[in-house]
């Protein structure tokens, strides 16, 4: 069965504060990790897809990258508008939708 | 316009009333999705429908009853809830047909939070 785990599920950084956000996923056959960013009393917004390890993708202070067990979101120098929930989720082979995590609660400290 | 638009944005709801929630996308996307949200819970997927076709149904409980009446519109006809109903319900769509590698880059509603009373 398709899983996905985010840790940690809540993180409080100083504004430049660098840091990491953990996606560790399970999944027959993969065929795309998605990111999601999602504010407080709102639907869920698209970042990025990887489609295979080794894989990067950048968005101006985010950077995701992947392996084949996890996937990373990096923040660099994060501001308070970084600040959300970031979801991760897992499209498997032969699959119609999606598998999310619980996501990571970020807050950003000015 | 907003891409996705879900409307009413709040709801609140006896067990006993019949109340629906809309969505509207205007994107031109061929794929539509129902999501759950509950506190502490993944996004939890309801139902799909490309082309107006469902074609998943996650095992939800017969009070829940979605309606696709063509590719820019999708319905969640609710009755008989329970308060473990409540939660925020998301509406998103997808360019292309479901399953297929546009499917995990969703566009999302604003959602409808509901309380079931």
């Known amino acids: 069965e398709d899983q996905v785990t985010q840790s940690p599920e809540a993180l409080r950084l100083q504004e430049g504060e660098s840091s990491s956000l953990n996606c560790s996923y399970t999944v027959s056959g993969l065929r795309g990790l998605f990111w999601y960013r999602q504010d407080p009393g709102k639907g869920p917004e698209f970042l990025f897809t990887l489609y295979s390890a080794g894989e990067e993708k950048e968005k101006e202070r985010l950077k995701a990258t992947l392996t084949k067990k996890e996937s990373f979101l990096h923040i660099t120098a994060p501001k308070p508008e970084d600040s959300a929930t970031y979801l991760c989720?897992?499209?498997?082979?032969?699959?119609?939708?999606?598998?999310f995590g619980t996501g990571t609660r970020l807050t950003v400290i000015p | 316009e907003t891409g996705v638009t879900q409307t009413p944005r709040h709801l609140v709801m006896g067990m006993t009333n019949k109340k629906s929630l809309k969505c509207e996308q205007h994107?031109?996307?061929?794929?539509m999705y129902w999501y759950k949200q509950s506190a502490k819970k993944p996004l939890e997927l309801m139902f799909v429908?490309?082309?107006?076709?469902?074609?998943e149904n996650n095992s939800v409980p017969s009070r829940f009853s979605p309606e696709c009446p063509n590719s820019s519109h999708l319905f969640l006809h609710l009755h008989t809830l329970q308060p473990e109903d409540s939660a925020l319900y998301l509406c998103?769509?997808?360019?292309?047909?479901?399953?297929?590698?546009?499917?995990?880059?969703?566009?999302f509603g604003e959602g409808s939070r509901l309380t079931v009373l």
């Open positions: 998103a769509s997808s360019r292309g047909l479901a399953g297929d590698r546009y499917t995990g880059e969703l566009f």
């Open positions: 994107l031109g996307h061929n794929a």
């Open positions: 989720a897992v499209l498997g082979t032969g699959a119609n939708n999606l598998f």
């Open positions: 429908y490309s082309l107006e076709e469902r074609v």
